[in-house]
Antibody, heavy 120, light 107 residues
Framework: EVQLVESGGGLVQPGGSLRLSCAASGFTFSDHYMDWVRQAPGKGLEWVGRIVNKANSYTTQHAASVRGRFTISRDDSKNSLYLQMNSLKTEDTAVYYC???????????WGQGTLVTVSS | DIQMTQSPSSLSASVGDRVTITCRASQGIRNYLAWFQQKPGKAPKSLIYAASSLQSGVPSRFSGSGSGTDFTLTISSLQPEDFATYYCQQFDSYPLTFGGGTKVEIK
């Protein structure tokens, strides 16, 4: 069974840093592209970024709203996806989801999400 | 960036109703569109990919159509478990963008 479990969320002050993790199991993690998607309280979904697989050189894409502050990485040996968030702003407050990009090149599995609150 | 506009933003319907939600892209995206369902406090669930292909395990009352700039999600006979918010997302080009969502409520 495919499982994606996010962790690392919490309360952080503006300007602070946080690293989110997404632990994958039940599939060959190294084969898949992986995305981060977030949702501010009471708002819609926002794509944060993507990391592709080793075969495609681990290329990353980031949304303009987070570019230069957030970095997506992965460790295939640990079946884990990461989101390093620096210079956090109050508007980064959201539930952060990891999503697997399936063989169809669309999402087929989502994690349960982890809440990040940026507040003083 | 490609803007995705969903309509309506909310609707009220009864069990058994046929429901149609529209998603319009600000430029052509071929058929690179997906639909998701989200219930309160839960992660999104993937319903449809490539505009009209059903994800594994999704009931056949859900269907999608469209190409280019105009897309629809149809629920042929609304069931109690279908009351949720629905989102479209384009996968044609970066940044991937979502529609604003359509909340389907009980009439």
């Amino acid at each position: 069974e495919v499982q994606l479990v996010e962790s690392g969320g919490g309360l952080v002050q503006p300007g602070g840093s946080l690293r989110l993790s997404c632990a994958a199991s039940g599939f060959t993690f190294s084969d898949h592209y992986m995305d981060w998607v977030r949702q501010a309280p009471g708002k819609g979904l926002e794509w944060v970024g993507r990391i592709v697989n080793k075969a495609n050189s681990y290329t990353t894409q980031h949304a303009a709203s987070v570019r230069g502050r957030f970095t997506i990485s992965r460790d295939d040996s640990k079946n884990s996806l990461y989101l390093q968030m620096n210079s956090l702003k109050t508007e980064d407050t959201a539930v952060y989801y990891c999503a697997r990009v399936g063989i169809t090149y669309y999402y087929d599995h989502w994690g349960q999400g982890t809440l990040v609150t940026v507040s003083s | 960036d490609i803007q995705m506009t969903q309509s309506p933003s909310s609707l009220s319907a009864s069990v058994g109703d046929r429901v149609t939600i529209t998603c319009r892209a600000s430029q052509g995206i071929r058929n690179y569109l997906a639909w998701f369902q989200q219930k309160p406090g839960k992660a999104p669930k993937s319903l449809i990919y490539a505009a009209s292909s059903l994800q594994s395990g999704v009931p056949s009352r859900f269907s999608g159509s469209g190409s280019g700039t105009d897309f629809t999600l149809t629920i042929s006979s609304l069931q109690p478990e279908d009351f949720a918010t629905y989102y479209c997302q384009q996968f044609d080009s970066y940044p991937l963008t979502f529609g604003g969502g359509t909340k389907v409520e009980i009439k």
